[in-house]
Structure formats: C-alpha cells, structure tokens
C-alpha cells in the first residue's frame, strides 16, 4: 500500500504542515464576526489544496511537483502548549458530544457478529473517535522540542476601518501578544511576513482602500494584499456548500454563516490563500531549506566535522542531566538541523528529512536531551514510514520513541500517546492489526481512564480487523473500554462498549464474564432510566449459583430495585429464578382410578392392575370379549389421547423448584396458568392437532393477556413458598375445573419477591413425552389437555388406627371408614386387599364388641358355620361388601378390618375398592379407590415347636415350645397356647413334672415349655378335613381371670388359615401336622405404641409341626412287670404283647426280631439315631436338650447293661424269632411274644429289633420309600423266686 | 507457589469445564472474572499458535499486564490454560502434563461425557496438589 495513500500518509500531511501565525486586529474580527466566523475560519476553508501543482526544489537540484498541500493558520495567542487540564478539558468535551449521537443506538438491538463482520473498516471504527485522534494530537502542538509547529509564515491583518491602517500592522507585531516561544529564543523570530487589508463592503465603496493599500506596498513591499468581503447585501446561500466549520469551534452553526459571502468574495478569499501559499510559503520554505542545509553541511557534514562533533560533545559530559537535556536555542545548529529536516518533512522531500533527523538523534542522544531524542526518533520513524523504506526500522525507531518518552516521565506522556497513535497507524496501514491494538493497550496502560477507554476501544477494533478476527479479544478490550468508560463517568459510551461485545460472550461456560457484563449493563441503563433493557439483562444475572453469596445479594437487590423503580408488574418469560425443573413435571389426576393419598399415586401401575384384575369389568384390563361391547362404546373410550378427568376434582400437578443461590428467595402465588373451553365451545372433532398452530403464537404472550378465568370455569390453587438457599421443593399445583369442556394445562406462574411475575409453559418434545409416559404411568399428551367430564361420586377412605409400626404377631380391629363426598350414591361396592396375610375384612357384627372380648370363647357354640365361610373368602381374596351398602351423598360408611402383623419386616399394603356410580347417566360406570399403606413390623416373639413320640403313650406326644422375645425392651406375657384343629388336643404336663408356669418374658429372654399332646385321631380320615375347633390350654395361673380366646372364629381362624398357606412347606399329609396357636399379651408399653392402651394381644402361629420322627412307627411292651415263680419246679414262661402304631399314611411293613443275646455295640445307637434326628429338625436353637436325652438314655440304660453282662442269656426268647406283618396306615396292630427265665432276677427285655420300611401308596409314585431298623425300648421284667 | 494462578480446562467448543483458583493469594471477588476474561480472550492466541506448531506446551502465549497465561494443548483440542505470575517454566510444563494424565483418567470413566463439567471431587484435589507442588 503506498503510505501517502493510507491513513497516516494523509494524516501526516493534513497534520505536518506550515504553520501561518495570524496577528488581527479587532475591527478584522468584528466584520468576520458578521458572517458568524472569526478570521482564522473564514480563511481555513481554503487552506487545503489538493491539487496545487507547484513544482518544488529542495536540497537536490531535481525539482518535483508538490501535489497536496495544506496551510495550519493559528492566531498568535493561541502558539503555545495546551496546559495538561485544558487538554483534557477539550478531550473530554469530544467524547461527551459522540455521546450524545450514541443514545438512539443504545435502545436498538446489540449488534451481532455477522453484521460486524459484514461491515468495512471505516465503518466500524465510530468516525468520532478519528477525531479524538486528531484533536488529542492537536493537543501536542507548539512543543518546545519539535519545530514543525513554528510558524513559517506570519500573517498580520487589518481591517481598513482601523484608524492609520500602515501603523496599526506595526502596532499588531510589537504588542507582547507574541507567543512565548519566540521570546523564548526557541523560534526564530524571523519569519516571513504577510500584510493583508481586509475591507468590508458593507462599509462603503473600495475607493479609499487602494489608497491605503499603495500605502502599505511602499512601506512594506510587495506582500501586502487586500481582501474584501461582506459583498451580498442580503443573507445568501453562497457558502452553503463549504464544509466551514472545523471541528471545536466555539460558534454554534446556524443558518447565518458565511450568509453575507458573495460568490467573488469567496473566490477572492480562495485566490488569496492560494496565492499565499504557492507564492510565498513555499517559496520561503524552499529558500530556507537550501540555506539550512548549506549550513548544516558546512558545520556537520564530512569527516573532519563529525571527529570535530564528536570531541567537542565529549567535554559537554559532565552537564547534570535534566529531564529536557540542554537548551537549544532557534540559532543552534540543533535547532537548525530539526528545522532543516521538518521543512523538508513538509515539502515531503523525506529523504533529505530522514538524513537530518538521523544526523540529530546522535548529538541529541550524546546530549542526553532524551525529549528532543524521542521527537526525532518519532520523526525518523515516520519519514521510515513515508518512505516505505524498512519496516523495521520504523518500528525501532517508534518503539525506542516511545519508550523514551514514557522514561521521561509525566511531562511527556502525552508525546508517548501521539507517538503510539502514529505508530498503531502505521501498523494498521500495513495490515499489522494485532500489533496495533498491543500499541493501543500500552497507550492505554499510561493514561487517564477516559483516553485509555478510547484507546481500548480501538484495540479492540483492531483485533476485529485483524485476519481471522479476534472476537475474544475484541471482547476483552470492548470491555476494559467500557470499564474505563464508566470510570472516567462516560455511561453511555460504557454501555456502547459492553453491548457491542455482548454477542462475543453469548455461549454459555464463561459464566463470571457473562455475570459481569449483563449485571453491568443492567445497571448503567438503568442509571440513564432505560429500565426495560436493564431488566433484560439483569435477568441474566439471576441464577448465578457460582458467585459468592455478597454478590448473590447484590444481584438480586438491584434487580429488585430496578424492577420496582419500573413501578409495575413484571411480567418475565422463562424467569430464571427459582429454577423448576421440567424433568420432574408429574401429573396427577383421577379418572376412574381414585387415590385416597397422594402418596399412594407412585405405586406402579402394573402393581395395581394386578391386584384388581377380578375387580374391574374386564374390558379395562385390556382382555377383550363379547361382554365389552358397551364399555367401547362409553364416551371415555372416545380420545384416546386425551386423558379424562372428572368436573369439581383437582388435576395436581407436580413440579420441583430449585433455588440454584444460596440467599433464601420468597416465591409467591405459584399457580397453574390453564384454559378451559367448555363443551359447547369444543370443536366436534376435538383433536389437539386442531389449535396446536395458535399455540406457538400463544406461548409468546403473557398469561395476564390470556387469562380466560375470568367465567370462573376452573380454580387454580395458589401456593406461597420460601426457599432457601439452595433448597429444592417440590410443589404441587391444583386446578380443579367446574364445567365440563377441554382443559388445557399450559404452565406455570409464579411471583418472585411480591415484585417479579414469572411464566413459563411447559414443553414436551417427542422423545421426552415418550420417557415420560413410560415412567410417571401416565401417557402425557401434547400440551397436556384434558376431556372434563361430568361430576361423579368419589369415595375417600381411610383406615383408622392403622400403625406404621407395629411387633409380630401383633392382632388389632381396624375401621376401614369410607366417605362419599358427592351428592350421587354409589353402590356395588367390592374390595381386594393385597396381603390377606395381614389384613382381612371383617364382619359388621365385629363393630357392635369390644375388640379383645370378640375373641373370647363363648358359651354358646353358635359359630359352627364359620369355618366353611372362612374357606369360601380364602380361596376367593375378593371381598363384596353387601349388597344393600349403599353409601348415600354425604354420608360416611364404616366396615371393620382385622389387622394381624404374620411377619416381621417392611411390608405395603395395598387395599383397591371398587364401586358402581348409582345413577348410570354418567360418562364412568365405576371408579376405583386405591389405598396403600407402608408398615414396619418389629421382630417379636420367635416360637418355635419340637414333638416328640411319648414313650410311655402311643397316643401321647412330648411338645416342646422355645420362645425367645427378640425385643428390645417389650415384656410379653403368655396366655394361652391353642392347637387347632380336633384331631390333637394339647395338655399340661402333670404338675409335679412341669416347672413354675412362666407368665412373662422379658427382653432378650428365651424359654422353653413343655407339654403334653394327645392324639385323637380315631377314624383314619384319608380326606384329612380340618376342622377348626381345637383345644386350648390357658397358660397363666388359674387365679388370674382371664378368659379363653376362641381360635376357631373369625379373624383367628383366617388369619391361621394364611398363615397355614405361607408356612406351608412340603405338605405331607396333614395327619400327622399340627398347628399351634400360641397367644400373647404385651406387658408394658413400649415407645413405639401409644401409651394408656390395653395390653395388645398377639398371636403367633406355628404351623406344620410335624409329629413324626423318622420311625414312623411307635410300639409298646404290654406283659406283666413281676412275676413270682418257683424256679425249683420248672422254668418261667412269660407272655408279653407289643402293640405297634403307625404314625404313616403309608403302608408299613415291619419284621421283628428277638435275639437272645444282644450285640454290645448296639446298645446306645437308638439314642444317638434320636439325638441325630434331633438335631437336623430345624427351628431348634438350644442343643442341651439333646445331651439332656443323651443323659437321660445313659443314665436308664446302665443298669440293665451291668446286669445283662452280668447274667449272660438268662432268658430266652421262645415262640417265633421273626414276625413279618404289614401295618395298614394309623393302624394299631399287637404281636404275642413269650420268654423263657431260668433264674429269678431283673431283665431287660429289650434285646428285639424292629425292621420297617414303608411302601409308597401307589406303585408308580417314585418317593418315600425308606426303610429302617430300631431297637427295643427297655422294659424291665422282675421275677422273685417264690418257693411253693 | 505462585501467588495469583487460575487454572481452567476448556473442552474443543470453547466451554470451560474445569475451573480452580490455585493461588496463594486471597481471593477476591473480581479477581474470578478478571481471570476469566483474560483467559477467554487467550483462547483467540491460541488458536493461533496451536496450529503452528506440534509440541503440546505452548508456553507463554498472552499477557495481561503482569499475568501470563500458559496453555497446553491435548491431542484432542482441550486446552489446559494457566494464568500465572510466576516465571516457571519448566514448573507449569510438568504441571500441565501431570494434570493431563488426570484428565486422561476422567476420559477414561464411561460415564464422563467429553466436553462435560468435570465435577470430580477427587480430580479437584489431584489437581490442587499438584498446583501446590509445581507452582
């Protein structure tokens, strides 16, 4: 790029240029004045010459042609440096008018990046701030160290209304309005000098003045002149078209500039400059340059000049150094060489300028004269530069400027930003844009904040403009720019600033810069009073769950101050505070399906359909057949994707809020926004696809705009909340329409504060609609409609009493209370329970007693019927209410329920009940009301029961009870332990043989019991019936009155009944099971139950013990204990029978044999058979007993061993050896056995085995066939010799 | 340890999805978003830089008055950027490839989605110490 043509290149010749001092007097003013212009702008329109054509000889003989040129006019008072205030006075006073022009583009739209990017580069960069530019160099002017600014020429102007005009032009030059440079020493006072007489024809015809003027020429020479203006006689537009006023003029424009300007005025004013100019201006530069330069290389130029320089500097060293170096007066060949090479500079003969420039930068940097160094160094930069010669070098050169200056300190820190300036042009001119804008950050870096504002802010154009733009860091320096902006009081260009680099932080992730910038434009609008655009942003800010808590406050606060200073509502789409969490949406709502609870609503679907399967007409549950032609027909069946619900019932809805900040936020009025379009209005086909395009225009508008509440068709329930911080809520919504229609749930509103209203709707895409109705067991339809259907009668239950917590075992009457709140009837009222186990359905009858005296036992036996009743409800877990329970409007209906805690651990209790809607007009022939309960059940008491054959008694058993309270703190009190059923009846043990009866067991406590069973099974009953009756054996002390509690009647006998069923393990015939029934009561009352209650009672079932050992057999030796016998006659024959009972169901067959001697080794293995039985029983925790056995064998069979050693043989087994006999089942049978005794004594006569195996009922059944061998029981025979 | 540092990992689309302030220095409020800023506008350099050369540690690439930013370039495009004062070369080199390996073990987890918030706590006081150790 050719530099003349860049930027800088006209910048630097518009800038460095010569400098005419005007000297007037105040008549010159005063007719300027009339045309609303002072002297210097009459004139300055016309001192730019772009084609002024002269040819130029400077210090070479080539001449060139000067195109371009231009003349500074500058008063005479006004050569001298800007103090630093003014300076920035003037400075400040550019930003302030652009600021004004800024205010319309604050309230458009921020722009975006393609339209930044789309724009040009002069476009970009605001036009004012080239000429802050311009001025903040213009600042600089009349430095003492630099020489372009001298003035080259000096024009004195007098009006010729002046009195003696010829003396007034020496007046003028010797008043000490004279700039202080040149009396100084600085400027050479000889300049060239111009006379100009200015006439105004207003004032009278030009006679007069060609007299004054041939005066002026013989006093002065040929430069004098003579301007007329004010020819028109009436305002004109003559001058309409000149761009008159420069910039910072302190004459308002107005219609009345230049007005009194003919068309030859202005010609003669442009002839006069030009005149000036190319006659004598340049002339006299040219002059002066040659003759400078001849000096310069008389004095400078050549070998012997440069030692001479050199040494002569040397003895200069020891000057203390001061910040300006040396005085350098205009007559100093320094001063000289710089005027040489600005001149130069100026007629654009940069090469003899750079020589020179270069030449002086040594003796000034040898000087120490580090102002002056820095000036030439600027220069020879920028003759680098204009010369497009190194780039390189320019830029050291500029650098070490820069730098110089900066070192100096203070004084000339503005030099260092007008030198920067040149140098981040120069860099931009040659496409180095990123260095540039780094020019501009150090430039920014030295000054005050409003110029380092401007200066950022063309930084960051730069970075805009470099290739491939910078956008982060065009943001970063907009915003220091602004930062600066709002520093140095500029709000509106702050605002400029931050909203022109919104669009760079628009992703998401940098959240403490998006934090900063809106939450700072937010607040500058709103200091210049644009609160809309300052809510907006400061909407942004809200959820800024990162910051500190102060500044979480802070947020808040202003935005709460700027929204109040609004004076209104407001109302936000999507307000970012509280959080809701749409993932969490859950509708609820009730068509045919009813929950007593809410929380009963997250129980699966499925769970439910399972459970009322039987319970619902079948075309419900999916299951299709000639019965549910109707039920397709009804009106609910008619939109399948609209889901129904019910006129005067709520529709909850259920939805998280989430305070993402760690300030407690009050929300208020949080309400659903919904329509309802009733059923008149409804259109036939009633498809969502029908209204779904007006709901996109919809959602943009306020729900105040659309609230169709107004008819009252609907309540909406309004909920306040605190949140605190960080908190998470979840909410539940009403709307309960009144009409029938189409309800139409769209979102939700909320007021944060008393001052913000939020809204939001809620949206579904397909994908989440899809998950959603998988998981929440509800199909959510677009926009969440619903059909309104008409009002029907809806039952609330609930069940009194009921526990959460409760011990095992734990036995207690309910009262299942159901309400009817509508004015209709319902009837055909049915309910399934989920756990039969632990809660059954009871008789009315049960209402009219007592809880614990119901179960008493009575007098009367009149309950025979019951147990059939009780097996007819197990089989079927459906339970009808009767018939004629009708529970009329308004009307509140009870049923008892009995409660029986089977097993400890967590268990859910699911209770459906369904009912018939009396009057059949309605849409919904039957509803359903779900209940669910959660209970604890506590361990309680562990009971557990061993039987074992009596020996003594075929048809007695040993019971064994171990009881353990598991409790922590519980005493339980025994009452009654029951067997059920008539085939067994159970017994105390004789009172000498039964310990102390235990009444209370205390926590932690095991024990065990014992008692005796008797079996009264007299007909084999292969149909194995169980009859409820039972025996009962009270365990506390007679004293005590306590009643008997009657196991064989209702809720006891079906609660045994489930229990039966979920104890049931192999079930091998029933024969040979028995049930326990054992009842407690609970002493104190525990924390965990209600204190003052009675004690609770309990009861634990014990089911399927079974009776059988191994052997499934049971024997018995019948004969005589003593005999007396005269063994001198013969020997003793003894009869003895063995009366043998199967306890199988099987067949037995069983082979006996006697041995007359009996194997040693054999001799305890019955008892170690036993003991092994014993101990792969399960349910026995306590082993003792079976040493106890062990012990108790030991201790009978000692004796009869000694004596069997003892007396080897002394009987003999006569009749037959071996019996082979089949045992039918539970049959008794007897084998006749005899003995020979050949001696008076003691015999044992258990030396016979038994063989058994048991034959399978059926051939074919493959199972239990086993077999084995036991030995006899002792049995002791005494025979006494009894001599005859 | 460096008095001020800030350390920030920004996923390939220009989001950062870790942030520690690892500096001895107290904390203030708008040191977060001075450093932010300052890092965002880095990423401009480097994406410069990163293009130009093949080794990952791209050394100093910006400045902001007396801080440095540092950045460290994965095969993958994530940037691990340092602002730092301290003149540590070889420190923030072993940092940034100890913190690399961390990051290759979050990568690793089946359960982190690339490009997502790295939320590990225990990531967190890996990278702390090691801030501690380098810096």
Redesign the interface.
């Known amino acids: 790029m050719d530099p003349l043509r860049s930027y800088l290149g006209r910048l630097l010749q518009e800038e460095i240029t010569p400098v005419i001092m005007v000297l007037s007097t105040p008549l010159v003013e005063d007719a300027c004045q009339t045309n609303g212009l002072n002297f210097i702008e009459l004139l300055l329109p016309f001192s730019v010459f772009n084609k002024i054509n002269v040819p130029v000889r400077t210090a070479s003989d080539q001449p060139y042609r000067l195109q371009m040129f231009k003349l500074r006019l500058a008063y005479a008072s006004d050569i001298h440096l800007q103090n630093y205030e003014a300076a920035e006075e003037h400075l400040k006073k550019v930003v302030l008018d652009a600021s004004q022009k800024t205010l319309t583009d604050l309230i458009s739209e921020p722009p975006q990046l393609e339209n930044l990017l789309k724009n040009s580069e002069s476009d970009l960069c605001p036009s004012w701030i080239e000429t802050f530019n311009k001025e903040l160099i213009r600042t600089l002017s009349f430095s003492e160290h630099e020489t372009f600014d001298h003035p080259v020429a000096c024009l004195l102007v007098v009006s010729s209304k002046d009195e003696q005009p010829i003396n007034r032009f020496v007046d003028i030059l010797n008043t000490n309005q004279l700039p202080s440079l040149l009396s100084d020493g600085v400027m050479d006072p000889k300049v060239l000098k111009h006379y100009l007489l200015l006439h105004d024809n207003q004032d009278g015809s030009p006679e007069k003045i060609t007299s004054i003027l041939a005066e002026m020429r013989n006093t002065y020479g040929s430069n004098c002149k003579l301007l007329c203006i004010n020819s028109a006689q009436s305002a004109n537009g003559n001058g309409k078209d000149i761009q008159w006023m420069p910039y910072g003029s302190h004459v308002l424009r107005n219609d009345d500039i230049a007005c009194f300007l003919s068309t030859d005025d202005i010609n003669a004013v442009r002839d006069f400059m030009l005149d000036l100019s190319s006659n004598y201006v340049i002339p006299h530069v040219e002059q002066k340059i040659r003759i400078l330069n001849q000096q310069v290389a008389a004095t400078r130029k050549g070998f012997r000049n440069q030692i001479k320089n050199l040494w002569w500097r040397k003895g200069k060293e020891d000057t203390p150094e001061t910040a300006n170096g040396p005085i350098y007066t205009f007559s100093s060949i320094e001063s000289q060489i710089r005027v040489l090479a600005d001149y130069a500079f100026m007629l654009r003969d940069y090469e003899l300028a750079l020589s020179n420039y270069r030449l002086l930068s040594t003796d000034y940097k040898l000087d120490k004269a580090w102002k002056r160094y820095a000036g030439v160094q600027e220069m020879t930069g920028l003759c680098y530069f204009m010369l497009d010669q190194s780039r390189k070098d320019s830029e050291y050169c500029m650098e070490s400027a820069f730098t110089t200056y900066l070192k100096i300190g203070s004084s000339s820190q503005r030099n260092a930003s007008r030198c920067g300036l040149w140098w981040a042009e120069m860099l931009k001119a040659r496409g180095q844009f990123k260095d540039a804008a780094n020019i501009y950050f150090r430039i920014s870096?030295e000054e005050p904040s409003l110029l380092a504002a401007v200066m950022l802010e063309q930084a960051s154009y730069c970075?805009l403009l470099s290739s491939?733009p910078?956008?982060?860091?065009y943001?970063?320096?907009l915003?220091l720019a602004g930062n600066r902006y709002y520093m140095s009081d500029q709000r509106h260009h702050a605002i400029r600033a931050y909203r022109n680099a919104l669009f760079v932080?628009k992703?998401?992730?940098?959240?403490?810069?998006s934090?900063?910038v809106h939450y700072n434009v937010g607040r500058w609008y709103s200091f210049i009073g644009i609160l809309d655009v300052a809510v907006k942003h400061m909407l942004e800010v809200l959820a800024c769950s990162h910051q500190?808590l102060?500044?979480q406050n802070m947020f808040l606060n202003d935005f709460f101050h700027i929204v109040q200073s609004m004076g209104k509502k407001f109302e936000v789409y999507k307000l970012r505070l509280p959080v809701i969490n749409m993932a969490s949406l859950k509708v609820l709502y009730e068509d045919f399906r009813t929950y007593a609870s809410p929380s009963d609503v997250h129980v699966s679907e499925s769970l439910w359909q399972s459970l009322e399967e039987e319970l619902v007409p079948s075309a419900s549950t999916g299951r299709s057949n000639w019965l549910d032609s109707q039920i397709k027909s009804s009106s609910s069946k008619r939109n399948d994707e609209s889901p129904v619900c019910v006129a005067g019932e709520s529709v909850v809805v259920d939805l998280e809020f989430i305070n993402p900040l760690q300030v407690s936020i009050s929300v208020s009025e949080i309400s659903l926004i919904c329509e309802l379009m009733a059923k008149s209005k409804e259109p036939d086909t009633g498809s969502a696809s029908h209204t779904a395009p007006e709901e996109d225009s919809e959602l943009k508008d306020s729900p105040s705009c659309r609230d169709s509440n107004s008819d009252g068709s609907f309540t909406l329930s309004k909920l306040d909340v605190v949140l605190g911080g960080g908190e998470t809520k979840r909410i539940q919504l009403e709307v309960s329409p009144k009409i029938e229609g189409l309800l139409k749930i769209s979102g939700v509103r909320w007021t944060l504060s008393d001052i913000v209203v939020g809204y939001q709707y809620f949206e579904f895409d397909s994908k989440n609609k899809e998950k959603k109705g998988r998981r929440a067991r509800r199909s959510l339809s677009h926009n969440l409609s619903f059909i309104v259907i008409k009002g029907l009668p809806k039952l609330d239950a609930c069940i009194q009493h009921l526990p959460k917590k409760v011990y095992a075992g734990d036995l207690r009457l309910l009262l299942l209370e159901l309400h009817n709140q509508s004015e209709f009837s319902v009837k055909n009222i049915k309910m399934k329970i989920s756990h039969p186990r632990y809660l059954i359905p009871g008789n009315m009858e049960d209402l009219e007693m007592d809880f614990p005296e119901c179960l008493e036992k009575q007098k009367s036996s009149g309950s025979k019927e019951t147990p059939a009743n009780v097996m007819l409800k197990f089989k079927n877990l459906l339970f009808s209410f009767p018939d004629d329970a009708t529970i009329q409007g308004g009307t509140n209906f009870t049923w008892p329920l009995w409660f029986h805690a089977g097993l400890s651990g967590r268990i859910s209790l699911y209770i459906s009940i369904y009912y018939e809607v009396a009057s059949c007009s309605s849409d919904m022939k039957y509803r359903i009301l779900r209940m669910h309960h959660d209970l604890e059940v506590l361990p309680s008491l562990d009971v557990s029961f061993q039987i074992s054959p009596c020996e003594s008694s075929l048809e007695e058993y040993f019971v064994r009870m171990d009881i353990l309270n598991r409790t922590k703190s519980e005493t339980f009190s025994l009452n009654q332990l029951s067997c059920v059923g008539n085939l067994w009846e159970i017994l105390a043990l004789p009172e000498s043989l039964s310990m102390q009866p235990v009444q209370t067991l205390l926590a932690g406590q095991a024990l065990s019991c014992f008692f005796k069973l008797k079996d009264c099974r007299k007909v084999i009953n292969t149909e194995g019936e169980v009859t409820l009756q039972g025996s009962d054996l009270l365990m506390i002390s007679h004293s005590c009155k306590e009643a008997m509690i009657d196991v064989s009647r209702s809720p006891l006998a079906e609660f045994h009944q489930h229990e039966r069923f979920h104890q049931g393990k192999s079930a091998k015939g029933d024969s040979s099971i028995v049930d326990f029934i054992l009842i407690s009561k609970m002493q104190g009352n525990g924390p965990v139950f209600e204190p003052g209650m009675q004690p609770k009672l309990l009861s634990y079932h014990a089911c399927h013990c079974s009776i059988s050992s191994r052997c499934p057999l049971s024997w018995q030796m019948n004969g005589p204990r003593m005999i007396n016998h005269d063994f001198s006659g013969s020997f003793c024959e003894a009869n003895f029978h063995l009366r043998i009972h199967s306890c199988s169901d099987a067949a037995v067959i069983i082979r006996l044999t006697t041995y007359d001697t009996l194997p040693e080794k054999n001799q305890s293995s019955d008892g170690v058979k036993l003991s092994d039985s014993a101990e792969n029983e399960g349910g026995w925790h306590d082993i003792s007993l079976v040493n106890d056995m062990k012990v108790l064998s030991s201790v009978h069979g000692n004796r009869p061993k000694k004596s069997s050693v003892d007396t080897l043989s002394p009987f003999v087994w006569c009749a037959t050896s071996s019996t082979k006999l089949k045992l039918e089942p539970l049959c008794t049978t007897e084998i006749s056995l005899k003995i020979c005794l050949f001696a008076a004594g003691t015999y044992d006569l258990s030396n016979y085995e038994l063989h058994w195996e048991v034959k399978p009922l059926e051939e074919g059944i493959a199972g239990v066939s086993s077999s084995g061998t036991v030995h006899g029981h002792p049995f002791y025979l005494t025979v006494l010799h009894a001599p005859r | 340890m460096a008095n001020t540092a800030c350390f920030i990992i920004v996923s390939r689309n220009?989001?950062?999805?870790y942030e520690a302030e690892v500096g001895s220095a107290m904390k203030k409020?708008e040191a977060?978003?001075q450093?932010?800023?300052?890092l965002?506008?880095?990423?401009?350099?480097v994406?410069d830089l990163a293009w130009t050369t093949s080794a990952m540690f791209l050394k100093a690439v910006d400045k902001f008055?007396d801080l440095v930013v540092s950045v460290y370039v994965t095969a993958g495009h994530t940037r691990f950027m340092l602002l730092h004062d301290s003149r540590n070369e070889d420190g923030i080199k072993s940092f940034f490839q100890e913190v690399q390996e961390l990051y290759i073990k979050i990568l690793l987890n089946p359960l982190y989605l690339p490009g997502s918030r790295i939320t590990s706590s225990h990531f967190d006081t890996k990278v702390r110490a090691l801030a501690r150790k380098y810096l």
């Open positions: 870096n970075y491939p910078m956008l982060r860091k943001g970063f320096h915003v932080y992703q998401n992730g940098w959240t403490y810069i934090d900063h500190s102060a500044t | 220009d989001i950062p999805i409020e977060a978003q450093h932010q800023f300052i965002h506008a880095a990423l401009d350099i994406e008055n």
